[in-house]
């Protein structure tokens, strides 16, 4: 009998212990999540991507796309351009992005019609610098090797030089950031750590233009994120604001950033 009390007792601590209790959290309605970008490679042509998303719930695992959403580009001159649907709220095109000398020239307007929201924002290019070189080290003496690749580049002089960088491979995605406070003028680099780098392997390394207001959004974010944690996006920002803004209701902000950015890439391959 007291083999069979000891028995239900212990039973009964080993159903308790696998409940689960969820919180019941103050959820904020969905707002729309914009990722939105033109960028003007190295070969002079350009490339704009907007993906669109909807904030979720703490325990909400699902990403919602939105995909009805009508998007446009319109340039200083007043000339709109469609940015069709692609897919899985990516909307996507290419045209000619003829770089004038007078920067306000080279401003275009996002705008977005999401059901009767508009939400717009207005941005101008900010060039970048190419990468001159990649260097490989492997850090030891932390448990598992880190492989250790930092890409150079020469810093024009002038103060106000921030850069967006992004290392992908098949395996990582990481991005940075930085600003020319203490390298003006110099050659200087960002750095990414790789964990079991595979040898052969064709890493993509990019140097994007920003401007300061975009540099403070990039760099708060990866904050919240974790910094080298994957993209800026791979999880919807919650808190972080933009520049976007919505036009039929300022209460309802989106969150997200629309920049326009010259930028540079260059492929190396781990040793």
Do not use: W
């Amino acid at each position: 009998m007291k083999n069979l009390y000891i028995y239900a007792v212990t039973l009964l601590l080993f159903s308790s212990c696998s409940d689960v209790v969820q919180l019941d959290l103050n959820n904020s309605d969905p707002r729309l999540v914009i990722d939105a970008s033109i960028e003007l490679n190295e070969s002079g042509t350009s490339s704009t991507r907007v993906q669109l998303t909807r904030s979720a719930g703490f325990y909400d695992e699902e990403i919602v796309f939105v995909n009805d959403a009508l998007v446009s580009i319109t340039d200083a001159d007043g000339s709109l351009i469609p940015i069709p649907f692609v897919s899985d709220g990516v909307y996507s095109t290419n045209f000619p992005f003829i770089r004038m000398n007078n920067p306000t020239e080279n401003s275009y307007t996002l705008t977005i019609n999401d059901n009767g929201d508009i939400y717009t924002a207005t941005e101008s290019l900010e060039p970048t610098v190419p990468f001159t070189d990649v260097e490989q080290e492997t850090i030891s003496g932390f448990g598992d090797d880190l492989t250790e690749v930092t890409a150079f580049f020469n810093d024009p002089s002038g103060l106000g030089n921030y850069y967006l960088f992004e290392y992908t491979d098949i395996d990582n995605e990481q991005v940075d950031t930085r600003d020319d406070e203490f390298s003006d003028g110099n050659r200087t680099q960002t750095t990414f750590f790789i964990e079991e780098a595979v040898p052969g392997t064709v890493a993509t390394i990019r140097i994007i233009g920003i401007d300061q207001r975009c540099f403070n959004f990039y760099e708060t974010l990866l904050q919240q994120a974790g910094e080298g944690g994957g993209g800026p996006f791979a999880t919807q920002p919650a808190v972080v604001r933009g520049n976007i803004i919505n036009t039929t209701d300022s209460k309802r902000s989106p969150f997200g950033y629309f920049r326009i950015s010259e930028a540079f890439e260059i492929e190396y391959t781990i040793q």
